[in-house]
């Protein structure tokens, strides 16, 4: 999913910036101090998901983990994913920093979307509406970044519509593992540790 250097238009990368500056300000007026430790640990988590990727034309496939970074932070994803992808670009050439931006919107946006749409589903108690929240959210997470992707390559050039269409096709798998694996992180911290997920009180007892 990361965009490399050389490919957008000079109107998308800035718009990409200013989304993502816009979001990475909110996300750290919002992270509170005992959550550096939580934010951290995400933004490693994603880094190590994404070292691991097969080339795909002006994009690449990979695991992402955004949805699980963006259930647990919130808005706080934006600073999380950005940091990781600042390193990535740095060491290992993932991506670039002129689609810094671009590649941290395309990727915290959907997270924190998915954040509000389903982190209210995760203390019913219904235990099978708690696993499709996280699934769903886990999924749709993905889906809305090769979405993202995907408009910022046809904004860019309307001949990249078949390179769009690829890069969304090929991410296929990657949700549906990532809304596998999202869904069996948030049951195993609802069973150990349910306190690190969001909306969690004391009195619900969960």
Not at 54 to 75: C, E, R
Not at 76 to 93: C, D, G, K, N, R
């Amino acid at each position: 999913m990361h965009i490399s250097e050389g490919v957008l238009s000079g109107p998308v990368l800035l718009s990409g910036a200013a989304l993502a500056a816009a979001g990475t300000a909110v996300g750290l007026k919002k992270l509170d101090y005992d959550q550096i430790a939580k934010a951290g640990m995400l933004s490693a988590a994603f880094f190590v998901a994404s070292l691991i990727h097969v080339p795909l034309g002006p994009a690449s496939v990979h695991l992402i983990m955004n949805g699980l970074v963006g259930l647990f932070l919130g808005w706080s994803a934006f600073p999380a994913i950005l940091v990781a992808l600042a390193l990535q670009a740095v060491f290992f050439q993932f991506g670039g920093i002129t689609t810094l931006g671009v590649n941290t919107t395309l990727m915290a946006l959907p997270a924190v979307l998915c954040y509000f749409a389903f982190s209210p589903l995760l203390f019913t108690r219904r235990p099978l509406v708690v696993l499709a929240a996280a699934s769903a959210c886990g999924f749709l997470s993905v889906f809305l970044a090769g979405v993202v992707a995907s408009l910022a390559l046809m904004f860019t050039e309307e001949g990249f519509w078949s390179v769009a269409a690829l890069v969304l096709a090929a991410h296929i798998p990657i949700m549906i593992i990532e809304g596998i694996v999202t869904a069996l992180c948030v049951a195993f911290l609802k069973k150990v540790q349910p306190s690190m997920l969001p909306g969690y009180t004391p009195r619900e007892g969960v």
